[in-house]
């Protein structure tokens, strides 16, 4: 386009048309913005009726962030050209990304809308609006466009790579639907992911959905391969200071701790950089603002930051819903910092209520909500969300507040040099692993993983009306040696998997029960128990729980085999509130140790339950098993003690952070930089 604005200009004797537009052209190539626009104004005086000169300046003024100045050339192209012309398509779609830029979505769908309707064969529009749908999560429409996209233009990598991912999400979206030719949506989104990587075999951040994609079916035939390249990926984008994987997914691609450290340095390094404008601007506004002092009698301010708004489909949100309330307000004032819009559930209503101010950071600026943590007087931001859904890491960039600690929602580091602490436990982040996290360590009693099973779940206490589901009706005998592991599945690794086979061919009563989280899975994992020389049918498989019947179901299990992969974190929690022993195995970073953690909090589980190696892990799954007595014992002792038991007390676990903030504080405030903290029993 900018090229052609030059050409199309008429020729003029008193102007060398050629020359300027050449010129223009030079500059904008070379990144010149502001001599491109000259250049191209130029040319517009001279014959305003150019389509393609309003078009160019258009681009310029889009290359430079300026969205509504972009908007207006385009609106002038369209003018110019009547709305109806051969470009007028691409004048909208152009329009579509600018508007889509500046985060009006509405706007740019209606854009791209127009633009379809005047050339409805054109795939990168279907490509662009079904990536917006995808933004907005609306993704019946985006696995529409995407599908078209692909139907226009087969050898498009782009079309074939977004209908993969829309097609991953439409998994959760239209539950047990499929796309045509296929079983279910996982196994659309394997083959379209896997055309992806035909078309284009570099791209390294198709990979890594593709390795999602089947990981979540538990398709491992090519996950050795695939975990060489994306370690190679890895090493590529670090070598130019460049995040590669999401953190939390980068769990599943067979990363070391060293390697986790790496990968979420380079991204606290970019959501750094990218506030630098809203920095300065809380910088600017706290200018002869002084650090805050201690409160009557030595409160300590904090505000909790959760990007997703403290939502009730957040295990966070589920968890935490008590604790606010019972902060000792005697030791704590709390701002409750909600970065996603209300979804009025009860858990976000308790939180709401257990806070001493509030702040709906969804309808302000990070640069506001910067502002209004500061006007708070706040000591301790704590971030729990972390690097995982609805993420607000950019606060933690901007605000003004003199201690940052991540607590139980991203499980590892964020490497961030503004985040100060991470919360954990002696089992979760030992001495030796302390290399492996940027953050100080704030080592609190039993475990950091706060539950709320004592105020919110006392139907397994037989404290509730609901009818108690029957082995029978949950698809077992009263002789079947039921082993569950109700974790996501892409948690399962071939390893474990194997071990758990050899449990199976030791122990003949024994099932394994799993949550039917993906027909495809169903399918990939009984096949490969059969491989094993399993019955499939030992394999069961059950829908999801409704709440008030979950845990009365999942407490029918013998023994829950936890994955060393990615532990039961919650799930875990949850388990051992209903009176499941678990078996675990802790790795090497902070997602594969917390159900150590767990486990240590509880009086009954002897340390025996947290094995040694695979080996290990297997002999200890084939004693309980056959030891009926011994593993009743354990099963009982666990329900005799979830009253008094330390992991669920949620109080008493409330009242170690609050003790591990207050040493943060005098740390901070004898003027030392932040260093480990353990808190005593």
Known sequence: ??????????????????????????????????????????????????????????????????????????????????????????????????????????????????????????????????????????????????????????????AWSGLGVAMMYMEHVDAGGAPPGFGSYDEGAIHALRKTMKLAPSNMQVLSNLVMAENRVCDWDFRAKHQKQLKRALRDSAAQKRNFAPPFHAFEFGYSAKEMKVNCKYLALQVWNDAAADRKQAEDAAKGRKEVALGKGNVLNVAYINGAGFHNGTTTARCLQSMFSLHDRSRVRVLGVAGSGDDFSPERASIKRGCDAWVDADVLTVAEVADRIAEEGTHIMVDTTGYTMKQKTEILAVAQAPLVLSFHGFPGTMGAHFVHYLAADRL?????????????????????????????????????????????????????????????????????????????????????????????????????????????ERMV????????????????????????????????GDVLWAGVPILTLPGDNFASRVASGLVSSTESLPPLMIARNHDDYGDLAIQLCKDTKRRKEIADSLRSERERASLFDTKKLTGNIEVAMSLMWDIHAAGEKPMHCVVRS
Request: aromatic share 10%; charged share 25%.
């Open 1 to 158: 386009c900018v090229s052609g604005a030059a050409k199309k200009a008429k020729a003029d004797p008193k102007a060398d048309f050629q020359k300027i537009g050449n010129k223009a052209v030079n500059d904008f190539q070379s990144g010149r913005l502001d001599e491109a626009y000259e250049g191209f104004r130029k040319l517009q005086e001279m014959d305003p009726n150019n389509m393609e000169l309003w078009i160019a300046t258009g681009q310029v003024m889009q290359m430079k962030g300026m969205y509504n100045d972009a908007v207006d050339e385009y609106n002038q192209a369209i003018k110019v050209d009547g709305g109806h012309g051969s470009r007028a398509w691409d004048v909208y779609s152009k329009m579509g990304d600018v508007l889509n830029a500046a985060g009006d979505g509405k706007q740019a769908v209606e854009a791209y809308d127009v633009s379809l309707q005047l050339k409805p064969t054109e795939a990168s529009t279907y490509i662009a609006r079904g990536s917006l749908w995808q933004q907005s999560d609306n993704y019946r429409k985006a696995f529409a466009d995407f599908t078209r996209a692909t139907e226009l233009a087969p050898s498009l990598s782009n």
């Open 428 to 536: 979760t982040t030992p001495p030796e692993h302390q290399s492996f996290y940027t953050e100080k360590a704030v080592i609190v009693p039993d475990t950091y993983l706060i539950n709320d099973h004592k105020q919110s779940r006392r139907e397994v206490l037989g404290e509730g009306k609901t009818a108690i589901p029957t082995r029978k009706e949950l698809g077992f005998s009263e002789g079947d040696m039921i082993l569950a592991s109700f974790n996501q599945l892409y948690k399962i690794d071939p390893e474990i998997f194997e071990v758990w086979m050899r449990v199976m061919h030791a122990v003949p009563a024994a099932k394994i029960w799993m949550l039917k989280f993906s027909h495809a899975a169903e399918v990939y994992l009984k096949a490969s128990a059969k491989k094993h020389g399993i019955d499939p």
């Open 541 to 572: 498989f059950s829908s999801k729980f409704p709440k008030e019947t979950e845990l009365l179901a999942k407490g029918h299990a013998d023994l829950f085999l936890d994955t060393p992969l990615f532990n039961a974190h919650t799930t875990g």
